[in-house]
């Protein structure tokens, strides 16, 4: 058990430009999550895959996001256009087959911060 | 409305006290809960959970949490805390039904300063 890793940790950009976030979840998980968590605040969901597809999208999950997993492993979110307000962590997280109820394996996150 | 409650923004207890961090739920019908920590600039570890059965869990770490149906609580304990355990600490729900895809619903956080 590795772990989820996600890349980069940090990521600064300019407001305007896109960019790119990966999660690479716990092998044999085939439940992924994006959640995105602001400074004294709670994570708050994004969007769920179960394996190569996407299952559910928050209302958060604007039409400058998007989100894939295209072979049911790996995942990337991409924002594109960025804003002041898209300053966050962003966490990615996966779980096991079965239960709703299995816990979530929470990667170290990528801080996003837009100047 | 629906929502996780974790009343206490921040807590300062110092070494070696007791420890309880308040959450409270309110959705139609209980739902998964669970307790998780988070160090600063890092991801969140899970601490405990709870399902159904005993209303006592046993978390890692020495923690433990007690869901109250009555009062929908799920309050977090340590007998004695560590300088270790400083974290900002989240409570958060998982929905039961059909179609419910596991995401979880956070509280706002409870900050833990320790004091030597």
């Known amino acids: 058990d590795t772990g989820v890793s996600q890349n980069p940790r940090h990521k600064i950009t300019k407001r305007g430009q896109n960019v790119t976030f990966r999660c690479d979840p716990i092998s044999e998980h085939n439940r992924l999550y994006w959640y995105r968590q602001t400074l004294g605040q709670g994570p708050e969901f994004l969007t769920y895959f179960q394996n190569e597809a996407q299952l559910e999208k928050s209302r958060l999950l604007s039409d400058r996001f998007s989100a894939e997993r295209p072979k049911g492993s790996f995942s990337t979110l991409e924002i594109q256009r960025t804003e002041q307000g898209d300053s966050a962590m962003y966490l990615c997280?996966?779980?096991?087959?079965?239960?709703?109820?299995?816990?979530?394996?929470f990667g170290d996150g990528t801080r996003l911060s837009i100047l | 409305a629906q929502s996780v409650t974790q009343p206490d923004i921040h807590i300062t207890v110092s070494e070696g006290a007791s420890l309880e961090l308040r959450c409270n739920y309110s959705?139609?019908?209980?739902?998964?809960l669970f307790w998780y920590v988070q160090s600063p600039g890092q991801g969140l570890q899970l601490l405990l959970k709870?399902?159904?059965?005993?209303?006592l869990v046993q978390g890692i770490k020495g923690f433990e949490a007690e869901f109250k149906r009555s009062q929908s609580s799920f309050n977090l304990r340590k007998p004695s805390v560590h300088w270790s355990d400083a974290a900002e600490y989240f409570c958060a729900v998982v929905l039961l039904g059909s179609g419910n895809t596991g995401k979880l619903i956070f509280g706002q956080g409870t900050t833990l300063q320790v004091k030597p």
């Open positions: 997280a996966s779980s096991s087959a079965g239960s709703s109820s299995n816990p979530q394996h």
């Open positions: 709870y399902f159904s059965g005993d209303t």
């Open positions: 959705y139609g019908a209980t739902p998964y």
